[in-house]
Antibody, heavy 121, light 106 residues
Framework: QVQLQESGPGLVKPSQTLSLTCTVSGGSISTGGYYWSWMRQHPGKGLEWIGYIYDSGSTYYSPSLESRVSISVDTSKNQFSLNMNSVTAADTAVYYC?????????????WGQGTLVTVSS | SYDLTQPPSVSVSPGQTANITCSGDKLGDKYSCWYQRKPGQSPVLVIYVDTKRPSGIPERFSGSNSGNTATLTISGTQAIDEADYYCQAWDSSTVVFGGGTRLTVL
């Protein structure tokens, strides 16, 4: 059973870079066909997809965020990470890491518990 | 960009059937998923490939998808089903979520 756990600063200053890590347990980050993804949910709003990484290096990002976002994998630590630069208050949200394992075709079947990131000076 | 539209809220009486819709251009040509999110919890996949239930999801949850609309149906709705529900689809290589529907059981 795969488990995901987000970690990172809960407070980031405007214009700085938001960095979050998702630690994977119960499975290998190197497993082929797995899509490791980041989502977020603004307060009182719906889910928003940020991007994903698969096959240990190929990435795809939301067109609305791709100029500010990068996702990478650290196979030695069994983790994947999100970096988002030039953040503003509009980036305040609960950030989730999630996995599409393929067990349920293209649904995201594993989610972290989420971590609240507040952008404020 | 591809958009999915859901009603902001749906209300249902206990024991009745709740239908939550998700609309998108030719959505029936894609596979839809549905997620349940309760306050303070992470989303849970309740329907995938339009109609299938993951292991552990009660039989009262079902789905359909045709034309421009996918529908999540909860039969015999229980108080524990009160939550936000999100549809999701893939548009080429991008992931798209609907805006979410708050299901109230009253």
């Amino acid at each position: 059973q795969v488990q995901l756990q987000e970690s990172g600063p809960g407070l980031v200053k405007p214009s700085q870079t938001l960095s979050l890590t998702c630690t994977v347990s119960g499975g290998s980050i190197s497993t082929g066909g797995y899509y490791w993804s980041w989502m977020r949910q603004h307060p009182g709003k719906g889910l928003e997809w940020i991007g994903y990484i698969y096959d240990s290096g190929s990435t795809y990002y939301s067109p609305s965020l791709e100029s500010r976002v990068s996702i990478s994998v650290d196979t030695s630590k069994n983790q994947f990470s999100l970096n988002m630069n030039s953040v503003t208050a509009a980036d305040t949200a609960v950030y989730y890491c999630a996995l599409r394992s393929g067990t349920y075709y293209d649904g995201f079947d594993y989610w972290g518990q989420g971590t609240l990131v507040t952008v404020s000076s | 960009s591809y958009d999915l539209t859901q009603p902001p809220s749906v209300s249902v009486s206990p024991g009745q059937t709740a239908n939550i819709t998700c609309s998108g251009d030719k959505l029936g040509d894609k596979y839809s998923c549905w997620y349940q999110r309760k306050p303070g919890q992470s989303p849970v996949l309740v329907i995938y490939v339009d109609t299938k239930r993951p292991s552990g999801i009660p039989e009262r949850f079902s789905g359909s998808n045709s034309g421009n609309t996918a529908t999540l149906t909860i039969s015999g709705t229980q108080a524990i089903d009160e939550a936000d529900y999100y549809c999701q689809a893939w548009d080429s290589s991008t992931v798209v979520f609907g805006g979410g529907t708050r299901l109230t059981v009253l």
